[in-house]
Each structure stands twice: as structure tokens, then as C-alpha cells.
């Protein structure tokens, strides 16, 4: 690359990088003259950089203000990016978490009306729960399903939950639709999800959303072992799920980690 071109390439990134800033967004846009002001560049630098971004669709200009801000395109690629980056970047957590809690991990993310598990970490134990990768998994009865909820509406989930059969799972799983919102409530208190013979009897779990850049759920990360042993320390699992979820959101988002417990 020649180094007029590397020129313009820094000079489009940094012209994005100041559009991405909050002031920028909480002032609608930014000017020509502010924009050249934040990074450094003359003023006809900055319309031409502009005038390219707008075309590809990274930026859009305000008709009435003028003001630039960032493109919907820009929003696709990172969202795009950043399911690429969460198979990536998950692996390593997930085999952290499993060392910590010596039971078997998940990745899951909402599949239409149920969760589907992507990924998962074997402990080498001789009695633990199946393997889920590649199947489907109630949202109603699960830690799981709960977490990819969290944020939800009561109204979405009163939709969500329309046309579950209550009463077709474990012993402890939500009688009715109140219950289900009740639970997903108390999870959304925690920070974290968990589950006590909800999905089938003998088993319990814990479960925390995975978050994009836009801080909406994308995945969530789900322990679940055999009732007898983890059901005593379910909230310490809880906890270590909720820090291994917060970990995956940091390293695809580039933002620093919460203030976790």
C-alpha cells in the first residue's frame, strides 16, 4: 500500500473512531469542522474522507443538520464480527470455567423458540450431564433459556411462553406463564440464571448472558451438573458463570469488564 493510501486509511479510521465516541452520539452527529478538529486533519482531508464513507454507507449525513454520524453499515460488520469473534474467543473461557467447576460448560444462543448449544467442555468425570452441542433446549425450564431472555419485555415473554406446555418437565419447572416471568425476574436481579430440577430431575444448572458491542444478549454461558453435587454451591457456580460470560463480552467487545461479585 502506498503511502498516500495508508494516509486516507488512517485518516477514514480515525474519522470513525471519533463518530463512535458517546459525545459524538449524544450531540446527534458531528460537523466537517469538529470532525477535522478531533483528529487532526485539515478541513478538505476530512469532506473527501467523508464524502468515500458516506458512499460505502459507513457513515450517514443528517439533511437538516449536516451533521455526520455512523452508518448502519458499520453497525452490520460489527455484528457480524462479533459472532465470529464469540466462537473465537469463547473456547478459552469455557475450558477455564470447566477446570474451575470440574463440570461440564456450555455456549448457547437463542435458535427461534428454544436454545441451542454450540459449543461445550467435558470434565473428566465419570457421571455428568450429555453433551448438547448441535441440540435444542427449552427456555422456560432452563438457566439457559432464562439468561438468553433476560433482557425481555414481561409482554415478549408472556409471547415467548404463549404456547409451552406447563407441566411436561422436570418436577420444580414453572407451573404457568406468571411463574416462568417470576423466575426470569429473580435471574435478572442475580445477574445470573439457575435451574433445580427444572429441565429433568437430578439436575441443576447456572447460566449468564454473553453481550455484543450494543450491549444486547447473543449467547449465554451455562453450567449444569448432577443435582447431588453442584445444587450446594449453585450461586458460587452462578457467580463463576456470570464472570466467564462477562470475560467472553469483554474480549468480542473490546469494553472493560463489570463490576461483578
Same mark, same amino acid.
Given at each position: ?8 486509511? !488512517? ?7 471519533? /463518530? @463512535? ?9 458531528? @460537523? ?7 483528529? @487532526?486533519?485539515?478541513k478538505s482531508q476530512v ?12 457513515? *450517514?449525513?443528517?439533511?437538516?443538520? /449536516?451533521? =455526520? ?9 460489527? *455484528? ?9 474467543? &469463547?473456547?478459552?473461557?469455557?475450558? $477455564? ?6 463440570e461440564r460448560v456450555y ?23 450429555? #453433551? ?7 427456555? !422456560? ?10 433482557? !425481555? ?5 408472556? &409471547? ?8 411436561? #418437565?422436570?418436577? $420444580? ?5 406468571t411463574e416462568a416471568i ?9 445477574? =445470573?440464571?439457575?435451574?433445580? #430440577? ?16 450494543? @450491549? $444486547? ?12 453435587? /453442584? ?5 458460587? &457456580? ?24
Open positions: 500500500m502506498s503511502g498516500e493510501n495508508a494516509s486516507a486509511v !488512517h485518516r477514514a479510521v480515525a474519522i470513525l473512531q471519533a /463518530l @463512535g465516541e458517546p459525545a459524538a452520539d449524544e450531540a446527534g452527529g458531528l @460537523g466537517v469542522v469538529e470532525i477535522a478538529r478531533r483528529v @487532526g486533519k485539515e469532506s473527501r474522507a467523508l464524502r468515500a464513507l458516506e458512499e460505502t454507507g459507513m457513515v *450517514d449525513r443528517d439533511p437538516e443538520t /449536516l451533521g =455526520y454520524r455512523l452508518g448502519w453499515r458499520v453497525f452490520t460488520m460489527a *455484528d457480524q464480527a462479533g459472532h465470529q469473534r464469540l466462537l473465537a474467543e &469463547a473456547p478459552p473461557v469455557l475450558r $477455564r470455567l470447566r477446570t474451575t467447576t470440574n455456549l448457547t444462543v437463542l435458535s427461534g423458540d428454544a436454545a441451542l448449544t454450540v459449543l461445550s467442555e467435558t470434565p473428566a468425570r465419570t457421571v455428568q450431564t450429555t #453433551d448438547w452441542v448441535g441440540q435444542r433446549s427449552s427456555l !422456560h425450564c432452563t438457566a439457559t433459556g432464562r439468561a438468553l431472555l433476560l433482557d !425481555h419485555r414481561d409482554d415478549e415473554l408472556e &409471547a415467548a411462553f404463549a404456547d409451552v406446555a406447563f407441566g411436561a #418437565d422436570g418436577p $420444580r419447572a414453572p407451573r404457568d406463564v417470576a423466575r426470569l425476574r429473580e435471574a435478572r436481579e442475580r445477574g =445470573y440464571a439457575v435451574s433445580r #430440577d427444572e429441565f429433568e430431575e437430578g439436575l441443576v444448572a447456572a447460566a449468564a448472558p454473553v453481550r455484543d458491542f450494543r @450491549g $444486547r444478549i447473543i449467547a449465554a454461558v451455562n453450567v449444569s451438573a448432577p443435582t447431588f453435587r /453442584l445444587a450446594r454451591n449453585l450461586d458460587r &457456580a452462578g457467580r463463576l458463570v456470570r464472570g466467564a460470560a462477562d470475560r467472553i463480552s469483554q474480549a468480542i467487545t473490546g469494553a472493560p469488564p463489570g463490576d461483578r461479585a
